[in-house]
């Protein structure tokens, strides 16, 4: 089969490509350009999609022997995901950029150009398994991302690999060392990807600006305290050391007391 292996920069996408590699298929190595102005560097486990990623990606892509390429989707990204996730908050949503990502870039964008190629089908690092063409959970299930992929129809699923699925992080990380890939240690990305300073709040705060309410108590109508939009509120728990009085406070007038927290 003629496969398409969608490389991050990361451990487990170039493990994923070498699985490939092993199993007899004709591989091809693509990083996505998501970004119009991607960073030099990672800031540690922050972000994605660096200069310093698609690098990385390169440079395992030359270990494993396989052509490599960079495709430029960030006018789609911003589109689809970026622009969706500041809509779906300012409508008082709590959008997941990544199940976004997956079910429009990764596995609709990507993977349409893929076909259209001539490739049969489009591998990635994610932690998931794929049985008789059922989306199942990843061995590891501490790194298990089957929900972000939970939105992709029987067709996609179709022309989707997981070859790390099977396999906890820990060894995908010893496998990547005895391969030689440098990424073997590399931290794992955490957070949402384009806000690499981690601070959702100022990155929407910036795009939706100040919308001032009241904090006021469902039951005795009392105002507790005022906050400047729900786009800086997700439903959860009351976050930090403060009691349940504390809770009450963070939640908006337009949602009642519905246990809301300050996006992260």
Same mark, same amino acid.
């Given at each position: 089969?003629?496969?398409?292996?969608?490389?991050?920069?990361?451990?487990?996408?170039?493990?994923?490509?070498?699985? !490939?590699?092993?199993?007899?298929?004709?591989?091809?190595?693509?990083?996505? !350009?998501?970004?119009?102005?991607? &960073?030099?560097?990672?800031? #540690?486990?922050? #972000?994605?999609?660096?200069?310093?990623?698609?690098?990385?990606?390169?440079?395992?892509?030359?270990?494993?022997?396989?052509?490599?390429?960079?495709?430029?989707?960030?006018?789609? /990204?911003?589109?689809?995901?970026?622009?969706?996730?500041?809509?779906?908050?300012?409508?008082?949503?709590?959008?997941?950029?990544?199940?976004?990502?997956?079910?429009?870039?990764?596995?609709?964008?990507?993977?349409?150009?893929?076909? !259209?190629?001539?490739?049969?089908? *489009?591998?990635?690092?994610?932690?998931?398994?794929?049985?008789?063409?059922?989306?199942?959970?990843?061995?590891?299930?501490?790194?298990?991302?089957?929900?972000?992929?939970?939105?992709?129809?029987?067709?996609?699923?179709?022309?989707?690999? /997981?070859?790390? #699925?099977?396999?906890?992080?820990?060894?995908?990380?010893?496998?990547?060392?005895?391969?030689?890939?440098?990424? !073997?240690?590399?931290?794992?990305?955490?957070?949402?990807?384009?806000?690499?300073?981690?601070?959702?709040?100022? /990155?929407? &705060?910036?795009?939706?600006?100040?919308?001032?309410?009241? *904090?006021?108590?469902?039951?005795? &109508?009392?105002?507790?305290?005022?906050?400047? &939009?729900?786009?800086?509120?997700?439903? #959860?728990?009351?976050?930090?050391?403060?009691?349940?009085?504390?809770?009450?406070?963070?939640?908006?007038?337009?949602?009642?007391?519905?246990?809301?927290?300050?996006?992260?």
């Amino acid at each position: 089969m003629r496969i398409l292996a969608a490389m991050s920069g990361g451990v487990d996408s170039a493990v994923a490509a070498a699985r !490939a590699v092993d199993a007899g298929h004709e591989v091809v190595g693509v990083h996505l !350009a998501l970004s119009t102005a991607p &960073g030099t560097l990672r800031t #540690g486990s922050r #972000g994605c999609c660096s200069k310093e990623d698609a690098g990385d990606a390169r440079r395992a892509a030359d270990v494993l022997g396989i052509p490599f390429y960079v495709w430029d989707f960030a006018d789609r /990204f911003k589109e689809d995901v970026i622009d969706d996730f500041v809509a779906s908050y300012a409508a008082g949503q709590t959008p997941n950029p990544c199940l976004r990502c997956n079910e429009k870039i990764k596995f609709s964008a990507l993977a349409d150009r893929a076909i !259209a190629l001539g490739f049969d089908a *489009v591998a990635t690092g994610h932690y998931a398994r794929l049985d008789g063409g059922v989306l199942r959970r990843a061995v590891d299930a501490d790194k298990d991302q089957s929900y972000v992929l939970a939105v992709l129809t029987a067709e996609q699923l179709s022309r989707a690999m /997981f070859p790390v #699925g099977d396999t906890p992080k820990e060894q995908i990380r010893e496998e990547a060392a005895e391969r030689g890939l440098a990424v !073997a240690n590399k931290p794992d990305s955490h957070d949402i990807c384009f806000i690499p300073s981690g601070d959702t709040r100022a /990155f929407l &705060g910036a795009r939706i600006g100040v919308r001032p309410g009241s *904090v006021v108590d469902a039951d005795s &109508g009392e105002i507790l305290a005022e906050h400047e &939009g729900v786009h800086g509120f997700t439903i #959860g728990a009351a976050q930090g050391p403060r009691d349940c009085r504390a809770r009450r406070r963070r939640a908006p007038a337009t949602s009642r007391r519905s246990n809301q927290r300050p996006a992260p």
